[in-house]
């Protein structure tokens, strides 16, 4: 499976953007699909996954009620939508597939896009 991300930007604190991860392959929907994020300085962190019929999600504590993970399997494409966001969610966003479920650490996924760089002003 080859991920790209795209649709990362500048946007002001309680804005919102809409990234989204295109995959290539045929099997993209044995996959499940997760968001991270690194910003300058840390550690790359989980973000939030979807199961491979997208019936279910996970997040992380920290974007909860704001973040959300959709996919379209057919499209080969899973989408993060970012609401309410703040200058603590400045990163590098990456997405990612792993064959397990939920699964939060990175060293849980096999395939890596490229990232796209979200940054929040205040």
């Known amino acids: 499976v080859q991920l790209q991300a795209s649709g990362g930007g500048l946007v002001q604190a309680g804005g919102s953007l809409r990234l989204s991860c295109a995959a290539s392959?045929?099997?993209?929907?044995?996959?499940?699909m997760g968001w991270f994020r690194q910003a300058p300085t840390k550690e790359r962190e989980f973000v939030g996954a979807i199961t491979w019929s997208g019936g279910s999600t996970y997040y992380t504590d920290s974007v909860k009620g704001r973040f959300t993970i959709s996919r379209d399997n057919a499209k080969k494409m899973v989408s993060l939508q970012m609401n309410s966001l703040n200058v603590e969610d400045t990163a590098v966003y990456y997405c990612a597939a792993s064959r397990k479920w939920p699964i939060t650490i990175a060293a849980g996924y096999d395939y890596w896009g490229q990232g796209t760089q979200v940054t929040v002003s205040s």
């Open positions: 392959g045929r099997t993209f929907s044995t996959y499940v």
